[in-house]
């Protein structure tokens, strides 16, 4: 089972990127999902998840309305938006499947391989 991420780079403050996230197995499609990111010497923290269906999204507090997770079970692919960046969202992403609870890095039981994401002021 492989989840890998892509659509990092480098934008400046204000910017968007979109990152996408390509599941090897269809079982996916009946899984919870979720992005996470880590900052140099930080911990991973929470950024959004989605339920299986699709139906309900959850977000941190520093990027509600800024950010926007779906996914497209068709294509075994999760997306993650990101509109108005700001610095403080340098970080490296990672995707993440599989979990009992949305907001707890350690339930969930596959991750990508992580993209960088850097925003200059």
């Known amino acids: 089972v492989q989840l890998v991420e892509s659509g990092g780079g480098l934008v400046q403050a204000g910017g968007s990127l979109r990152l996408s996230c390509a599941a090897s197995e269809r079982t996916f499609s009946s899984d919870g999902m979720g992005w996470f990111r880590q900052a140099p010497g930080k911990e991973r923290d929470f950024v959004a998840a989605?339920?299986?269906?699709?139906?309900?999204?959850y977000y941190a507090d520093s990027v509600k309305g800024r950010f926007a997770i779906s996914r497209d079970n068709a294509k075994n692919t999760l997306y993650l938006q990101m509109n108005s960046l700001k610095p403080e969202d340098t970080a490296v992403y990672y995707c993440a499947a599989s979990p009992p609870n949305y907001f707890n890095a350690g339930s969930y039981t596959y991750w990508g391989q992580g993209t960088q994401v850097t925003v200059s002021s």
């Open positions: 989605i339920a299986w269906s699709g139906k309900y999204t």
